[in-house]
């Protein structure tokens, strides 16, 4: 997937879970739209190394970024690494998250606080430390119209309910809020504060719910529009996100998800 190379010229990025899937996707479409980026991963090494070479051979700027994102000293000392070897950050994109699946009565509270920790303090500790810099930078007209963008990866989970994972979809319901309230309250500095919502993506973490035939049927019978998605539909919404193509849009969810949250059980009545 190629992008124009002007488009978010000049800008500088950090990805956070870049390391596989949609993250990886978002980290070289920004690349290739001409952003510096910073792959942050967790315990991939090898692979956000990877990544960094074949941006780098495309001849775009990039560096692997190790920290758990909900660990605050780590945060901190990536944005510090991240800044320091671009001179500052004008795209945040908090991607990082997982899955620790069962039901209600068995889940422990190990499970709960790792998922809510990843997912949602995570986006928290990230989002804080990039609006410090943004704030502390400003406007640069000449690079972008908004003091920065930040781009929360949420999921439709944060509208459907999910029962077995309810620690993921209260961490994804908890960053439609978080993320509607940061936006507001960072709006009147010219930052804007965005989430993508997929729906079924195709990617390592969900392998078993699309890799035969009787999975994709099964899976498709959620998705209205006949397919299941793509890590490339996740990162062209990315992109657009944070271009000043979308300098208007402030404060929403974008639901890429193929109408799954159309609820296509009730389209002949329920």
């Known amino acids: 997937m190629s992008f124009s190379p002007h488009l978010l010229k000049g800008q500088k990025a950090l990805v956070t879970g870049a390391s596989s899937g949609i993250g990886e996707a ?52 990536m944005f510090g690494q991240a800044i320091e070897e671009f001179g500052t950050i004008d795209i945040l994109v908090n991607n990082a998250g997982l899955q620790k699946d069962s039901p209600l009565v ?34 640069q007209p000449h690079i972008s119209s908004a003091a920065g963008k930040i781009i929360c990866m949420s999921s439709v989970h944060e509208v459907i309910p999910w029962a077995g994972h309810v620690n993921y979809a209260a961490s994804k319901g908890g960053i439609n809020m978080m993320m509607r309230s940061i936006a507001q309250e960072l709006a009147p500095h010219r930052i804007r504060v965005n989430s993508i919502a997929p729906g079924a993506i195709k990617t390592p973490i969900n392998k078993s719910a699309w890799d035969t035939s009787e999975a994709e049927a099964k899976l498709l019978k959620l998705i209205p529009y006949g397919r299941v998605g793509e890590v490339e539909d996740i990162a062209k919404t990315a992109v657009w996100l944070a271009s000043d193509d979308s300098d208007y849009v402030n404060g929403a969810t974008l639901f890429v998800d193929g109408g799954m949250t159309l609820y296509p059980g009730f389209a002949t009545g329920g």
């Open 106 to 139: 068995d889940m422990t509270l190990d499970h709960w606080n790792l998922v809510i920790g990843i997912n949602l303090t995570g986006q928290f500790l990230c989002a804080r430390e990039a609006a410090k810099e943004f704030m502390r930078r400003g406007v």
């Open 26 to 77: 978002i980290a070289r479409s920004l690349a290739s739209a001409g952003a510096s980026v910073a792959v942050n991963y967790h315990s991939e090494a090898e692979e956000a190394q990877k990544i960094v070479a074949d941006i780098k051979a495309a001849g775009t700027e990039a560096i692997a970024l190790g920290a758990d994102v909900s660990k605050e000293d780590e945060v901190k000392a």
